[in-house]
């Protein structure tokens, strides 16, 4: 069974996700999480070398010859308040820890010196956001749909739907703190990145947030992840990636997205005024031979194709 278990993890490295504690590296959040975990593994690890140590030792130290009988002891105040309130102060102090530790979990500090240079505050989209002291950070729309994420970047326009968007690939600059606004489109969904910190569901109607900001250190550094809700017939496609940048990289990422799309959405306006003129009456309906909607490719996924309705 061990070595069958062992098998399938070599084959899969990922799926052990880190060692007993959750992924760290890419992002503070995801830093405290893990030590977090690694506290209350310690005291779990104290808890039960102690348990077992006296167990151990108890059973080999008062153990009796066949047909001893057993002295009939009432019980031991001292030793089962003693371990009441043992397991109660246990309870108090991971309590402590972690609420220490929540505030850098949840809150996003500023972005670096090294970061993406961010001139506006950003507008919150509820009062469950939380933004870095200054009010500044890279705000990305991740909107899980059945079988694939999509991601839109703050652009210059009010309006969202005018804005770069990509599918799958979030491309990220470095030292700049990133906050998410995550949804679902059609069903539940849940944004996971292990080592950029904890999942949070994509739900339809609702917007959760999460945040984080990778190290000057990891540029070019891809992190990758997975919906984490179970969310049809192809959840297991359904992956999700960060590529870390510097943020120059980052301002010709997002300038030559911007181009693709343009591109593409001219290239469908003409395909549609061709096909229009295509369909005059008596006209034939593909001209010279070519396909309906060949020519102009579409090199955006999901940027209007030609309609040939
Ligand atoms: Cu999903």
């Not at 779990?44 to 151990?56: C, P, R, T, W």
């Not at 153990?63 to 105040?77: D, L, P, S, Y």
């Not at 999509?150 to 470095?174: G, H, I, Q, S």
């Not at 943020?247 to 549609?272: C, H, K, S, V």
């Amino acid at each position: 069974m061990l070595a069958a278990i062992s098998g399938v993890l070599l084959a899969a490295p990922v799926a052990g996700a880190d060692l007993l504690t959750p992924e760290d590296g890419g992002s503070p959040n995801a830093d405290s999480i893990d030590e977090l975990y690694k506290y209350t593994l310690a005291v779990a690890l104290i808890v039960f070398f102690g348990v077992e140590g006296v167990l151990l030792y108890s059973l080999r130290k008062f153990r009796a010859r066949k047909g001893a009988v057993a002295a009939q002891i009432r019980g031991n105040t001292r030793l089962e308040i003693g371990w009441t309130v043992g397991a109660a102060l246990v309870l108090v102090v991971l309590a402590t820890v972690t609420f220490l530790k929540l505030d850098e979990i949840r809150n996003p500090p500023k972005s670096g010196e090294n970061g993406l240079a961010l001139t506006e505050v950003v507008r919150a989209s509820d009062n469950e956001q939380r933004l870095p002291p200054d009010g500044k950070s890279l705000n990305i729309e991740v909107n899980g749909l059945q079988y694939v994420w999509r991601y839109t970047y703050p652009d210059r326009d009010e309006n969202v739907l005018n804005n770069v968007f990509a599918y799958e690939e979030l491309v990220v600059p470095v030292d700049t703190t990133v906050t998410l606004e995550i949804r679902g489109q059609d069903v539940i969904h849940s944004w996971w990145i292990p080592a950029l910190g904890g999942k949070k569901d994509a739900t339809p109607g609702y917007t959760n947030h999460t945040w984080f900001k990778i190290p000057a250190s990891k540029a070019g550094q891809i992190f990758r992840g997975q919906c984490a809700e179970l969310c049809g017939r192809n959840h297991a496609n359904m992956v999700a990636s960060v590529r870390a940048v510097t943020p120059q990289e980052f301002e010709r990422y997002l300038a030559q997205r911007r181009n693709d799309i343009r591109a593409a959405n001219l290239a469908a306006e003409r395909q549609r005024r061709e096909q229009e003129q295509g369909r005059q009456p008596g006209e034939q309906q593909t001209p010279r031979g070519e396909s309906p909607g060949g020519d102009s490719g579409n090199p955006v996924p999901g940027a209007p194709a030609g309609s040939a309705q």
